[in-house]
T-cell receptor
Framework: GEDVEQSLFLSVREGDSSVINCTYT??????LYWYKQEPGAGLQLLTY?????DMKQDQRLTVLLNKKDKHLSLRIADTQTGDSAIYFCAGGQAGTALIFGKGTTLSVSS | EAGVAQSPRYKIIEKRQSVAFWCNPISGHATLYWYQQILGQGPKLLIQFQNNGVVDDSQLPKDRFSAERLKGVDSTLKIQPAKLEDSAVYLC??????????????FGPGTRLTVL
């Protein structure tokens, strides 16, 4: 079945860019998602990319997809302290459950 | 638009006791999911409903876990008897599921279960 791998921690300074990486095994995932989870809260969808796209930009967020290498990344420009959270990469198809990675804890220092 | 509601937010029980969680999805959302999130892990699917029918319960430990969505709206997840390893956050999510395109899942705040 699908397996999704992420680096566990990332620490950046306020104002820098953050890049969170993810690799996945199931090439049949038609959508790849990035979710954000703040302490004690549920998951908030940040952005998603369709599998036939290479890049998607949404304000401070840029998603890059390398389908050949099954590698997904999320870049957050001008990272703020409010961006400190756990970020989950997830894959899935329309109408099916999502397969999540273990999450990357982003720590932003001022 | 109201989000996905879950209750209770927190629950502490002793092992071998039973517990039930409740979820009310976003109005009109046909698909409802229960995920289990163990500390330090990503959420993992327990069960998926489409209206009041089960789509996927392959990862539900059926000897102790049960779930229902009788009228195709809200849902309950029950654990009986609970084990220490059931300590986790139980997340409910719903999606509109029009059968085309991205099918965004909206998550509730979760129920944090501690089994002592």
């Amino acid at each position: 079945g699908e397996d999704v791998e992420q680096s566990l921690f990332l620490s950046v300074r306020e104002g820098d860019s953050s890049v969170i990486n993810c690799t996945y095994t199931d090439s049949s995932s038609t959508y790849l998602y990035w979710y954000k989870q703040e302490p004690g809260a549920g998951l908030q969808l940040l952005t998603y990319i369709f599998s036939n796209m290479d890049m998607k930009q949404d304000q401070r967020l840029t998603v890059l997809l390398n389908k050949k290498d099954k590698h997904l990344s999320l870049r957050i420009a001008d990272t703020q302290t409010g961006d400190s959270a756990i970020y989950f990469c997830a894959g899935g198809q329309a109408g099916t459950a999502l397969i999540f990675g273990k999450g990357t804890t982003l720590s932003v220092s001022s | 638009e109201a989000g996905v509601a879950q209750s209770p937010r927190y629950k502490i029980i002793e092992k071998r006791q039973s517990v039930a969680f409740w979820c009310n999805p976003i109005s009109g959302h046909a698909t409802l999911y229960w995920y289990q999130q163990i500390l330090g892990q990503g959420p993992k699917l327990l069960i998926q409903f489409q209206n009041n029918g089960v789509v996927d319960d392959s990862q539900l430990p059926k000897d102790r876990f049960s779930a229902e969505r009788l009228k195709g709206v809200d849902s309950t997840l029950k654990i009986q008897p609970a084990k220490l390893e059931d300590s986790a956050v139980y997340l409910c999510a719903s999606s509109l599921d029009l059968g085309l395109g991205n099918n965004e899942q909206f998550f509730g705040p979760g129920t944090r279960l501690t089994v002592l």
